[in-house]
């Protein structure tokens, strides 16, 4: 758990590179360029029979299953290709990306990794990112990259230099028995909060922080509010009626909002074990999966505050350095592939939201991911899209975690 007056070292950082924009300079390897003029099936010959090693957030079990069961034996079988996968996310990528291009390292010891938001502007501040790449795949002609919510990461033009991977939108999850009628707005969660002491609490993490985007946007009135580049002006005026809601209903948190969970597992436990009356996730099906795992009770339910919230998509992005490109790119190929993303979009798989645009999929494919299983437990998506908000540019997130640490936790 978080103890009051402890700091974030992830935020710390993140707020330094923020401040640092120009921290290094661009290098890499000189023959990453001819890969952008190669055909692919050149590609492919040259990744045969390689390794490739892939940075991911290794949290949950189902994910970890997916890739362990699917993609590495299937890029084995297909490609050739040892795919092998080491734990890593966020703060920990840029840093020890960062650390190698310092270093002078001429090859990275990461090939692809698994990124979003506000790594992804990091990345890109200290040009640590291979690119662009993304429409060289072939299965790039499937995406719809004009989509706001798939083309675009945290309000930044990708550009090439990241491939969107999956896309999903978060939710809140309570106990249908429990909390029988769940606090839809903000005055509803500020009175149930109050009327139930010690039950709501918000992790000091990534999902707790894109919660706290979505009250922003909330509190401003106007799902487009935060759109376009970091305002200043905007933050201070919304993060100052922001930490007044938190401040004032935090006596009325988990241990009267004096410490935090520092981790999203840790505040499913609690919801699992009673002593929580709602967790939260960034993938609107994962209420389904932590049933299937046996984690969350079978009457768990997810749900979307009538304010909205965020949706967003998971990146795959290549190193500026790493050395065996031609391997990553046919790996995210393979990611994006409608076999891959139909899997994964599978609920006991993953239920992790496609990428792939159904109007471009030719009609057999079409019909396949038509036809997967509804979820259970988890609203419907064609139900929840209509509030679904813009991720907000980066800047915001990085302010939040560390405004949260002084503005919450220490003050």
């Not at 909205?308 to 050395?323: E, M, V």
């Amino acid at each position: 758990m978080l103890i009051l007056k402890r700091l974030s070292r992830s935020a710390c950082f993140l707020a330094l590179l923020y401040l640092i924009p120009g921290c290094a300079q661009n290098s890499g390897p000189e023959q990453s360029e001819t890969l952008q003029q190669l055909p692919w099936t050149q590609i492919e010959a040259r990744a045969k029979g390689s390794t490739v090693h892939f940075t991911m957030w290794q949290g949950d079990p189902l994910i970890n299953r997916y890739m362990a069961e699917f993609v590495v034996p299937e890029v084995q079988k297909r490609y050739g290709l040892t795919l092998k996968i080491a734990p890593g996310q966020g703060t920990e990528i840029v840093k020890n990306l960062l650390a190698e291009k310092e270093a002078g390292k001429a090859e990275s010891s990461v090939d692809m990794c698994w990124i979003n938001g506000e790594t992804f502007f990091q990345l890109r501040q200290i040009e640590a990112l291979y690119g662009p790449f993304s429409q060289q795949l072939p299965n790039a002609q499937y995406i719809d990259f004009d989509n706001p919510f798939i083309g675009f990461d945290f309000q930044q033009k990708t550009g090439g230099y990241e491939c969107p991977w999956g896309n999903v939108q978060m939710t809140v999850i309570y106990d249908s028995v429990r909390t029988p009628a769940p606090p839809r707005t903000l005055e509803a969660l500020e009175q149930y909060v109050r009327a139930h002491p010690g039950k709501f609490t918000i992790p000091y993490e990534f999902t707790g922080m894109t919660l706290l985007k979505s009250w922003m946007i909330a509190l401003a009135g106007d799902p487009e509010a935060l759109n376009g580049p970091f305002d200043e002006k905007k933050y201070t005026q919304l993060s100052a009626r922001l930490w007044d809601f938190i401040n004032r209903n935090k006596p009325y948190f988990w241990r009267e909002g004096k410490t935090f969970p520092e981790s999203l597992a840790a505040t499913h436990q609690m919801f699992a074990n009673g002593e929580l009356d709602f967790t939260m996730s960034n993938n609107d099906s994962e209420v389904d999966n932590k049933i299937l795992q046996k984690i969350f009770p079978t009457t768990a339910r997810a749900y979307v505050f009538d304010l909205g919230t965020i949706q967003n998509s998971h990146f795959l992005g290549i190193p500026a350095r790493a050395a065996n490109k031609p391997g990553a790119l046919v790996v995210i190929n393979f990611m994006i592939s409608p076999e891959a993303q139909l899997e994964k979009m599978q609920p006991a798989v993953w239920g992790d939201g496609t990428v792939l645009d159904m109007g471009k999929l030719p009609a057999d494919w079409r019909r396949r991911f038509e036809n997967i299983p509804e979820r259970r437990h988890a609203p419907r998506r064609a139900d929840i899209q209509r509030k679904a908000l813009q991720e907000p540019a980066p800047e915001y997130m990085i302010r939040l975690y560390s405004d949260f640490r002084t503005r919450v936790i220490e003050g």
